[in-house]
Nanobody
């Protein structure tokens, strides 16, 4: 089972930036990796995903042009650069991995999860 350990996050002002990282315990070069977020009382929602080769990325509409997902397969680490943050970006962010060639927006397709990290956007 791939272990994922997250870092980053915290508090940012509207318009600010934060960067999330997700380090894996093993090789991830055959895994699709993604980010999801959850707010209290709501289901976990898809944010972004990236193919193993980084040639394909996908984002939910609300973060397009503001968030950038990337990965470093040499370091087995996934990143989420979040710019132009808005209060509605607030939530617990989770990284996830699936041993598959195709990106999925469905959380149930990802068996490996990070511990979650809080992101709060507030003035």
């Amino acid at each position: 089972q791939l272990q994922l350990v997250q870092s980053g996050g915290g508090l940012a002002q509207p318009g600010g930036s934060l960067r999330l990282s997700c380090a894996a315990s093993g090789r991830t070069n055959t895994y699709v990796m993604g980010w999801f977020r959850q707010v209290p009382g709501e289901e976990r929602e898809f944010v972004a995903a990236i193919s193993w080769s980084s040639t394909t990325t996908d984002y939910t509409d609300s973060v397009k042009g503001r968030f950038t997902i990337s990965r470093d397969n040499f370091k087995d680490t996934l990143y989420l650069q979040m710019d132009s943050l808005k209060p509605e970006d607030t939530g617990v962010y989770y990284c996830a991995a699936r041993h598959h060639a195709r990106i999925s927006k469905n959380e149930h397709d990802y068996p490996n999860w990070g511990q979650g990290t809080q992101v709060t956007v507030s003035s």
